[in-house]
């Protein structure tokens, strides 16, 4: 009888031990190897390389098995390729034009405005684009803008991690529009097959990430950009 209530009591102190959990202390555990499996979490410093997160951006080079690959280089050279080689695969219809917009209007606006006059928000602390409504940037081809997002283009890096390829092709849609020289929306058009979306058949581009003369810490993050 002794010895059932004792057993009784450990067993409502041990619960009751358990029970003391609260923020950052996990209360009483048994058996807590399931609870600390000794992996290192993305956030946490790795002990075998202390000099790095966790999270490492992937080897340069790395490509997205699922996406196509962007088969341009970066610099102008390659640019005029693109917008020689390359066609725009959506045509301007209003939901094209909608998607367009809001990648514009989220993106590109912040640096050139929501009119294209090189004239957002963040001007004064970055250098002021050109305007988008010059003769220069009415006469760059479709491939070539969208050369120029992918990969970067001056002072400008590439926004190939922000921006899907099919979302850079309809904003160049929306910014025709924006620049009054869109074509009428042909009724019933839709997106043309997706693999042309990055071109074709062009052998794919040598180089990893994109460039535009973008700081390292931008090049960690579009470490396999060659989307
Ligand atoms: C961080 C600011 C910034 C963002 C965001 C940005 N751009 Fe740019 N863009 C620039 C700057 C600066 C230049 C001028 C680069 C140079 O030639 O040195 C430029 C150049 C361009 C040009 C070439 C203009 C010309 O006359 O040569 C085009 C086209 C363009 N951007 C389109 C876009 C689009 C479309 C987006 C959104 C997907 C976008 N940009 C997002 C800053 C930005």
Redesign the pocket.
Known sequence: MRLKTSLCLLAATAGLAGCSAEGDRPGMMFLPNMVDSGVVHAFERNPRTPEKPALQAPPEGTIPFDRPVFPYGPGPEEARRAGAELKNPFQGTPEVLARGRQ??VN??????GMR?E?D?P?IGR???????Q?A??KG?PDG??VH??TR??????S?AA??LIE??WK??RY?RQLQGIAPAPPPGAGPAAAETLAGGAQPPAPTGAGD??SSAAHAAATAGGAR
């Open positions: 990648v514009y993106i590109c606006s912040v640096c050139h294209g090189g957002g963040v970055f250098p002021n684009p050109p305007s988008l010059a220069r940037a760059l070539q803008i120029i997002i970067g283009q001056g002072i400008m890096p926004h922000q921006v979302d850079r904003a160049v910014l535009g003369g």
